[in-house]
């Protein structure tokens, strides 16, 4: 197999801590997002839609979005089980690992791309250009707020944000919430519940990768 990383990204940081927590030891290449390396020919011929991470597989199969990676790994090596062991736990996991991408990942993404002057004309990845629309930056600084709230609900009555172990939803979750700090938005310390999860998942060997 062979990874397409990028050191400085939150999404490609997810699929390197789930395949640190399956184990793996896969041949990797980092593509620097800050030299646009990803709209480069050489990696656009991998990837055309110039986005981050890539897993090509064994068989050649190149798998663009974390999802997909994290199915593959999972069939391909089922323990740990990351996404769930019972028909009730892979809904949960796959629901969670929604609202995160949806409600935590997404507006942290409107705020920082919709703002940094690295990210002029380029407020959304891929191959096209996009101008930046502060209204939304301004939106999902709003958005991450009640994300955060939503997370300390659910982590009231959960230890873990999908099931009662650690899953994929725990990793995008903690990606997410971790990356808020570019945009200045911190878990609130009032959120008790989230924080105490936040302080185990940063502890855990993947979280370090």
């Known amino acids: 197999m062979l990874f397409y990383d990028c050191s400085t990204a939150p999404n490609p940081r997810r699929a ?23 709209l480069q020919p050489d990696f656009k011929a991998v990837n055309p839609r110039a986005t981050i991470p890539v897993l090509v597989t064994d068989e050649g199969t190149v798998l663009t979005e974390n999802l997909g990676i994290a199915a ?7 323990e740990p089980p990351l996404m769930g062991r019972t028909a009730d736990e892979k809904g949960l996991v796959l629901m969670w690992n929604s609202i995160a991408e949806q ?8 705020a920082l791309r919709n703002t940094h002057p690295a990210f002029k004309d380029r ?3 891929g191959p096209a250009n996009h101008a930046q629309i502060p209204e939304l930056a301004e939106r999902g600084l709003a958005r991450i707020d009640q994300f955060f ?13 999908a099931c009662d ?16 700090r570019v945009v200045k938005k911190r878990l609130p310390e009032t959120h008790t519940a989230a924080m105490d999860w936040y302080e185990a998942i940063k502890a855990r060997p993947s979280a370090q990768v």
């Open 72 to 78: 593959y790994l999972e069939a391909h090596t089922p």
């Open 123 to 125: 407020a959304i990845p």
């Open 103 to 110: 409600q935590g990942g997404m507006p942290v993404a409107e």
């Open 165 to 180: 172990h650690f899953t994929l939803a725990d990793i995008s979750t903690f990606v997410f919430v971790d990356f808020a």
């Open 149 to 161: 709230d939503v997370l300390e609900e659910r982590l009231q009555d959960s230890r873990y944000v």
């Open 16 to 38: 390197r801590m789930f395949i640190a927590e399956k184990g793996l030891t896969i041949e990797t290449r980092d593509i620097s997002i800050a030299k646009g390396e990803q």
